[in-house]
């Protein structure tokens, strides 16, 4: 019997939780995966396990891919807008670049796109870089149709991917310039901040109210965004770090916003707004985020 502090679960945790929210783009969906992989572990004779670490991550995948499948139904019937949920990390998230950016906001919205067992291929090939036989028996496929799901799946992705040109302190200031500008209602230092197209996406669940479609174009968000200190004069704006990059939370009224930001030539290029209070539970504790043991 293993010791608590030598349990490869233990041990490898915070790897099984990235792999399962990367997959889903929900904490709370991810952290009931972890359970019940621990459920799975704790069940079979750990003596048998000759690579502990590439099995859990087997489990992790395949109960993961099972409740993305089921989630995938539920999203259809989504009210508005579908955002991934946003984890709270530290700072130092954002110094592993290649984390950072498989978590960010950004690309979690390009992985939407894809289908469930394309999202588990492409999360453990190109963000965990799994060896193709290790993800050929998680999900249950061919080395050889892997490798073609992997390759379709990349090219998908590539067409989509933000391009990350900002780095983290160019991210921080521009970030720190929008908030002072949402602050004072300066419609023009907004523009300033933002993209000529920028694309302002926001998640209510039909629980919070948001808007319901996309709103592109730099004047008419600024314009929304300016109207904060009418609606929210007491509101409260702090930058904090979401998903492993600059971002903001908002308490105005009671009510919790997150924002998340995408960035493109020193500008925002997307602001991913976060108002349904089921997805912002996760919030008050920084997540442990990993792609090693």
């Given amino acids: 019997m293993t010791s608590r502090d030598t349990d490869p679960f233990v041990t490898h945790r915070n790897l099984l939780f990235t792999v399962a929210y990367e997959m889903l783009g929900s904490a709370a969906d991810a952290e009931d995966v972890v359970q019940e992989t621990w459920l799975r572990w704790a069940a079979v004779d750990h003596a048998e396990i000759q690579e502990p670490r590439a099995y859990l991550v087997r489990i992790v995948t395949r109960q993961a891919l099972n409740r993305l499948r089921a989630l995938s139904r539920r999203r259809e019937d989504y009210v508005g807008e579908w955002l991934p949920e946003p984890l709270l990390t530290a700072p130092d998230v954002a110094e592993d670049i290649e984390l950072a950016e498989s978590v960010s906001m950004a690309m ?22 799994m060896p193709y036989d290790e993800i050929a028996t998680a999900v249950g496929k061919t080395s050889a149709a892997v490798r ?6 990349r090219n998908h992705v590539a067409s989509r991917r933000p391009r990350h040109d900002v780095d983290r302190v160019e991210q921080q200031a521009v970030v720190e310039r929008f908030l002072a500008a949402v602050q004072t209602g300066d419609l023009q230092a907004l523009m300033d901040a933002m993209a000529p197209d920028i694309l302002l996406r926001a998640d209510g669940g039909g629980i919070a109210q948001a808007i319901r479609k996309p709103l592109s174009g730099s004047e008419p968000v600024a314009r929304l965004l300016a109207n904060f200190t009418v609606f929210a004069p007491d509101g409260v704006l702090d930058l904090v770090w979401l998903n492993g990059a600059p971002a903001a939370l908002i308490r105005a009224k009671g009510e919790l916003t997150a924002v998340s930001f995408g960035f493109e030539n020193g500008l925002i290029s997307n602001l991913y707004v976060v108002r349904n209070p089921h997805k912002l539970t996760a919030l008050d504790s920084e997540a442990r985020l990993s792609r090693e043991s």
């Fill in 108 to 129: 979690l919205t390009v992985l939407e796109t894809l289908g469930p067992t394309e999202r588990a291929v492409f999360v453990l090939r190109e963000v965990f870089d």
């Fill in 148 to 153: 073609q799901i992997a390759l379709r799946a």
